[in-house]
C-alpha cells in the first residue's frame, strides 16, 4: 500500500509517500525559517501564504523523488490538526482535491500522532507499551502508548513548550528563529553550570510542565547581565545558553523517567523537534540504559515535522478501514484524548 503523507501544520510544507507504513521512498519538506527568521518566531498570515505557494511542487517532488506517479498512490493521509488554522487548511484542502481526482480514500491524522508513531519510520523499532515524550515548538507532552492509536496523556505543558522556550531565549539573546539549534552549538562552548536557573517541577509527582517561569528567569538574568557590562562578570553568552538548555534537559529528564517508572515500562520514545538535541539525547541515553530501558530517537529528519509520520499514522487508519469524506475539516486544537481508536 502506498500512502502520500501531507503535513502543513506549521511553518514547513511538507510530503512523503511511504509504502506499507514503514519504508519512506521520498520525505520533502520546503522550510520556512528564512521568511520568519526576522520576526523571531512564526507569522502565521505569511506562513498560510508560503504554503500554497508550494504545496503543488512539494508535492510533485514527493512522487518524483519516489518515482511514482500519483495514479500508483492508494491513499491520502493529511494533517488536520492541532496546528496554525490557515496552514492546515492549505494542506488538508490539496488533500480533499487530490484524493477526489484520483479516487482514492482519504484519512486525517493528527500531528501529535505522527510525532509519536515517527519512530515506526526507522529500523529498530520499540515494543509496546512504551512512554513517549513529544517535545517541539508547539508541545511538550508525555503519553503512554498501548497500541497504534491507543494513547494516553500523562502529562503535558501548562504554558510554553520545550521548543518554544528555546525559541524565546534565542530571540531574547539576538540569536534569531528558531532558536533550539543555535542555543545547543553555543552552549557548547559554554559552561553549564555557571547560572543555576531554576527547575520548575510544579507539584509533587505532577507529569506536567512549566517553562514560561524558566523564559522569564533568562530574560531577567540577561537584562541584569547587559546592564552590569558583560565582561566585568565574567559570563558569557555561551554560559547562559548551556545553564539555560542544562535547565531544560533537566526538567525533560527527571519527568520522562518518572513516566517511564510509573508506568512500569521497557521503552522509551522522544520525538518532535527538540528531540535533535544531542545533550537530550545524550542524558536520556545514560539515565535510561542505567535502569534497564531502551531508548529510540527518530532521526532528526523524522524529528521535526515531516509527511512521512502522517503517511505512516495514516497508513494504519486506512488499512483498518478508516476514510473521511470532503466535511472533514481543520482543528486548531486537537487533544489526543479526542482521537478515535485504530482499529
Ligand atoms: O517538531 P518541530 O519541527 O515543529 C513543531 O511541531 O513545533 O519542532 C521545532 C522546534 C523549535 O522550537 C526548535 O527550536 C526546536 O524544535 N529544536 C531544537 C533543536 N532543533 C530544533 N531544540 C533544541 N535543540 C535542538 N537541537
Ligand atoms: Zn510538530
Known amino acids: 500500500m502506498i ?7 506549521c511553518d514547513d510544507t511538507s510530503a512523503a509517500v ?38 503543488e511542487d512539494v508535492v510533485e517532488e514527493a512522487f518524483s523523488r519516489a518515482g511514482i506517479t500519483p495514479a500508483e498512490l492508494d491513499g491520502i493521509a493529511a494533517t488536520v490538526g492541532p496546528g496554525l488554522i490557515g496552514s492546515l487548511l492549505v494542506g488538508l484542502y490539496y488533500a480533499k482535491g487530490l484524493s477526489y481526482v484520483l479516487g482514492i480514500p482519504l484519512v486525517g491524522v493528527n500531528h501529535l500522532e505522527g510525532h509519536i508513531l515517527s519512530v515506526f519510520l526507522e529500523e529498530e523499532t520499540p515494543r509496546f507499551p512504551f512512554v ?23 502529562g503535558q505543558t501548562l504554558d510554553d513548550a520545550a521548543g518554544e522556550a528555546f525559541d524565546k531565549v534565542a ?11 543555535v542555543i545547543e552549538k553555543l552552549a557548547l562552548e559554554g559552561d553549564r553550570g555557571k547560572i543555576r536557573f531554576p527547575r520548575p517541577l510544579l507539584a509533587p509527582g505532577s507529569l506536567d510542565f512549566s517553562f514560561s517561569g524558566l523564559k522569564t528567569a533568562v530574560s531577567l538574568f540577561v537584562k ?24 531544560v534537559v533537566d ?37 535510561a540504559s542505567s535502569a534497564g530501558v531502551a531508548v529510540f530517537f527518530p532521526r532528526p529528519a523524522y ?3 515531516n509527511g512521512a509520520m502522517i503517511a505512516l499514522a495514516g497508513y494504519h487508519r486506512l488499512s483498518r478501514g478508516e476514510r473521511a469524506d470532503l466535511s472533514l475539516d481543520v482543528r486548531s486544537r486537537f487533544p489526543i484524548d479526542d482521537l478515535a481508536p485504530i482499529g
Not at 20 to 33: C, E, F, K
Not at 143 to 152: A, N
Open 3 to 9: 500512502t502520500l503523507g501531507i503535513d502543513t501544520s
Open 18 to 55: 511511504v509504502l506499507d507504513g514503514r519504508a519512506t521512498l521520498s520525505n520533502v519538506v520546503h522550510s520556512q525559517i528564512r521568511l520568519h527568521h526576522p520576526y523571531g518566531g512564526v507569522v502565521p498570515e505569511l506562513a498560510s501564504r508560503e504554503h500554497l505557494r508550494n504545496i
Open 132 to 154: 513517549a515524550l513529544t517535545v517541539s515548538g508547539g508541545h511538550t507532552s508525555l503519553y503512554h502508548v498501548e497500541g497504534f492509536g491507543r494513547y494516553t496523556l500523562l
Open 171 to 181: 530571540k531574547i539573546l539576538g540569536l534569531g528563529y528558531p532558536g533550539g539549534a
Open 224 to 247: 541584569g547581565w547587559r546592564e552590569r557590562e558583560r565582561q566585568a562578570i565574567d559570563i558569557s553568552e555561551a554560559d547562559i545558553a548551556a545553564s539555560f538548555q542544562e535547565a
Open 251 to 287: 526538567v525533560l529528564v527527571q519527568k520522562v523517567m518518572e513516566a517511564v517508572e510509573r508506568s512500569e515500562v521497557y521503552f522509551l520514545v522522544i520525538a518532535g523537534g527538540v528531540a535533535c538535541n544531542k545533550r537530550l539525547r545524550g542524558r536520556l541515553i545514560e539515565r
Open 303 to 305: 524529528c521535526t515535522d
